[in-house]
Nanobody, 122 residues
Framework: VQLQASGGGLVQAGGSLRLSCSAS????????VGWFRQAPGKEREFVAA????????SYGDSVKGRFTVSRDHAKNTVYLQMNSLKPEDTAVYLC????????????????WGKGTQVTVSS
């Protein structure tokens, strides 16, 4: 499985971006998918996750109310809509797929994709 995150870029504070995570090699319609981010000098941080049927979502405290995760099974793609962006959201954003239908924690993620850079200017 190859995952690819895309949609990153440079945006001003208060702006929005939508990230996409797509997969090749297999579908992940039966798997939970998560978004994580890592800023320079900081540990990887959980951002959001969505279950296989989209009946369960979870968010990191720092993004609750601003970010929304969704998925399109037909396109085998998971999205992360990011609104009201802040400079502290600047990081490389990565997506990952779990072997399980519901997200538990980062240790349960089996496949990791290459990240996409998000830079928020003040």
């Amino acid at each position: 499985v190859q995952l690819q995150a895309s949609g990153g870029g440079l945006v001003q504070a208060g702006g929005s971006l939508r990230l996409s995570c797509s997969a090749s090699g297999r579908t992940f319609s039966n798997n939970a998918v998560g978004w994580f981010r890592q800023a320079p000098g900081k540990e990887r941080e959980f951002v959001a996750a969505i279950s296989w049927r989209s009946d369960s979502t979870s968010y990191g405290d720092s993004v609750k109310g601003r970010f929304t995760v969704s998925r399109d099974h037909a396109k085998n793609t998971v999205y992360l809509q990011m609104n009201s962006l802040k400079p502290e959201d600047t990081a490389v954003y990565l997506c990952a797929v779990s072997l399980k239908p519901y997200y538990s924690d980062a240790r349960g993620m089996r496949y990791w994709g290459k990240g996409t850079q998000v830079t928020v200017s003040s």
